[in-house]
């Protein structure tokens, strides 16, 4: 991958391609999509967004989230959300571990990741969330209508920031 690809074209890309990039790269790219989450929060969406949520019938962008944020790190906040992963939208999240998730497969990373930015978004819906995987997608997660989709090239962006990725870890 070029240096020069932005966060944007990461997320537009096959998420094979970031989970091969050096933790370097990713690490970059998640911060940059972290800038953009700060800067785009609570915006009304006249162009696409990184992160779409629906609020009170309205599609707005998402309250953001600092770079240093560690999205793997996700909030016991007592009563513990539903999730389903059955993919009933298609594409199904797989199961098997990789190095470029901390270990984690990318299903444990999307729960990870989706229990963390739900807590943090303040949803917290009567009912179960359904957990797609939208490879591909020009967001980064959306959540509308009870549906959380996330887009897999992000879990690779978001697994550079969590413990794997400092000084001395590994050794």
Known sequence: MRAS???RQALTS???LLEFETSTTRLELYREVARISETEAGLSPQAPVLFPISQRGE???APGFEARTDLL???DAGAPLQ???DGRAGERWPEDRREGLQGLSEREAAELVARTLLAHWRINPAGGVQ????SGAPYAVA???GILRI???FLYMAAAQGPASLPGAGQ
């Open 59 to 61: 599609l707005v962008a």
């Open 73 to 75: 790190l996700a909030p």
């Open 151 to 153: 887009n897999p090239a």
């Open 14 to 16: 096959p998420p094979e």
């Open 131 to 134: 957990v797609d995987r939208a």
């Open 5 to 7: 690809l932005s966060a």
């Open 143 to 145: 959540y509308v209508d």
């Open 83 to 85: 999730l389903s992963f």
